[in-house]
T-cell receptor, first 112, second 113 residues
Framework: KAGVTQTPRYLIKTRGQQVTLSCSPISGHRSVSWYQQTPGQGLQFLFE???????NKGNFPGRFSGRQFSNSRSEMNVSTLELGDSALYLCATAMGGGSEAFFGQGTRLTVV | GESVGLHLPTLSVQEGDNSIINCAYS??????FIWYKQESGKGPQFIID?????DKRQGQRVTVLLNKTVKHLSLQIAATQPGDSAVYFC????????????FGRGTQLTVWP
């Protein structure tokens, strides 16, 4: 069974640009959550999607958005990038809300 | 269990010894807990989980203990190996948080040969 796949693995962007990250869940998983990980703040929850609907949202500005497609694949977008957005972005997928959640390898975003 | 700090607690053990990693959680409504292992440059890897109707659960070389009275979770690793060196996170879920996980700060485990 394939694991959670995140693409790309690494990205370098310039301030002001926008970026789109992708997450393909484990087959059968309908819940996809996104987290930002930085050395200073640890793992911070961004949002969760289930059956194409956002059902949970963390405390991030509106520049951070996401969506989920009918095949459960999810994308997150960050617009008007800032230096502070440099982080490891992780997605976690699960069958439902109360089940095991598995992480992808993450996308390392560097904003210069 | 929210990540709050800059500095990770650290634990150093000798290869072959047992390790105990502790975690305090904050939400009394949490009913599901997971331990993750994260190696440098990788995503968190699922180790073991436990539901609130249990006090103990065992896996291969790992045991998780849950004390709901004091809101405390621990991960015991038997016969620790150098490959166990990583950051370990506890995560909690429950109440109305649906799929959202709340993470602890993490503990850096270093295993010396």
């Amino acid at each position: 069974k394939a694991g959670v796949t995140q693409t790309p693995r690494y990205l370098i962007k310039t301030r002001g640009q926008q970026v789109t990250l992708s997450c393909s869940p484990i087959s059968g998983h309908r819940s996809v959550s996104w987290y930002q990980q930085t050395p200073g703040q640890g793992l911070q929850f961004l949002f969760e999607y289930f059956s194409e609907t956002q059902r949970n949202k963390g405390n991030f500005p509106g520049r951070f958005s996401g969506r989920q497609f009918s095949n459960s694949r999810s994308e997150m977008n960050v617009s008007t990038l800032e230096l502070g957005d440099s982080a490891l972005y992780l997605c976690a997928t699960a069958m439902g809300g109360g089940s095991e959640a598995f992480f992808g390898q993450g996308t390392r975003l560097t904003v210069v | 269990g929210e990540s709050v700090g800059l500095h990770l607690p650290t634990l150093s053990v000798q290869e072959g010894d047992n390790s105990i990693i502790n975690c305090a959680y904050s939400n009394s409504a949490s009913d599901y807990f997971i331990w993750y292992k994260q190696e440098s440059g990788k995503g968190p890897q699922f180790i073991i989980d436990i539901r609130s109707n249990m006090d103990k659960r065992q896996g291969q070389r790992v045991t998780v203990l849950l004390n709901k009275t004091v809101k405390h979770l621990s991960l015991q690793i038997a016969a620790t190996q150098p490959g166990d060196s990583a950051v370990y996170f506890c995560a909690e879920k429950g109440g109305s948080t649906l799929g959202r996980l709340y993470f602890g700060r993490g503990t850096q485990l270093t295993v010396w040969p």
